[in-house]
């Protein structure tokens, strides 16, 4: 247990509205992900951060934006929701010196109308 | 971009038999790892391999990384339900991983 939680856990909002995940780590690691998992495509990486306020663009950033104001949270923000948003996100934390010690929270599964 | 080719897609065994997944790709790698995912679960971490032609065994569980380090393996050994689950490859390269898209395996008693 690496200490992640996210919430909420699920959602169901409409096209058009905005909608922020938050991902919450216990052990102050320095970087922090947001993937999103879809049938078909895998897990693919939207945003990432290495610290407070530095954040960097993934393989599927569009639509989506990022903030970091304290080290342990980490928000995921859909300006403006689409059903093509309708995804399971995940967050990880890495805990090494090297990027491959990522460890994983428990999703946010999210349902756009 | 999807980099890494994950085969078979689905795998459905009976408990007791042997298999093994694989993980392939056309680009080098400085890591590979293997997670293990449930359902409406986050994956889980199974093992991180470094070295071209490393081999690591965890329980009945046998990793293996190619020399080139573009490629992986995972063979399980005597198949037990509670293996059932999603095996996931991701690729370090650069400043992400890069997944693929998973074997779902089912072994039923």
């Known amino acids: 247990d690496a200490g992640i939680t996210q919430s909420p856990r699920h959602k169901v909002t409409e096209t058009g509205t905005p909608v922020t995940l938050r991902c919450h780590q216990t052990e102050n690691h320095r970087y922090m992900y947001w993937y999103r998992q879809d049938p078909g495509h895998g897990l693919r990486l939207i945003h990432y951060s290495y610290g407070v306020k530095d954040t960097d663009k993934g393989e599927v950033s569009d639509g989506y934006s990022v903030s970091r104001s304290k080290t342990e949270d980490f928000l995921l923000t859909l300006e403006s929701a689409t059903s093509s948003q309708t995804s399971v996100y995940f967050c990880?934390?890495?805990?090494?010196?090297?990027?491959?010690?990522?460890?994983f929270g428990p999703g946010t599964r999210l349902l756009v109308l | 971009t999807q980099l890494l080719e994950q085969s078979p897609q689905f795998l459905s065994i009976q408990e007791g038999e042997n298999l093994t997944v694989y993980c392939n790709s056309s680009?080098?790698?400085?890591?590979l790892q293997w997670y293990r995912q449930e359902p409406g679960e986050g994956p889980v971490l199974l093992v991180t391999?470094?070295?071209?032609?490393e081999v690591k065994k965890l329980k009945r569980l046998t990793f293996q990384f190619g020399d080139a380090r573009k490629d992986s393996s995972l063979h399980i050994t005597a198949a037990q339900p509670g293996d059932t689950g999603l095996y996931l490859c991701?690729?370090?390269?650069?400043?992400?991983?890069?997944f693929g898209k998973g074997t779902s395996l089912l072994v039923t008693p």
């Open positions: 990880a934390i890495r805990t090494g010196t090297t990027q491959e010690t990522q460890y």
């Open positions: 391999v470094v070295t071209g032609g």
């Open positions: 680009s080098v790698f400085s890591s």
């Open positions: 991701a690729g370090a390269l650069g400043y992400a991983l890069n």
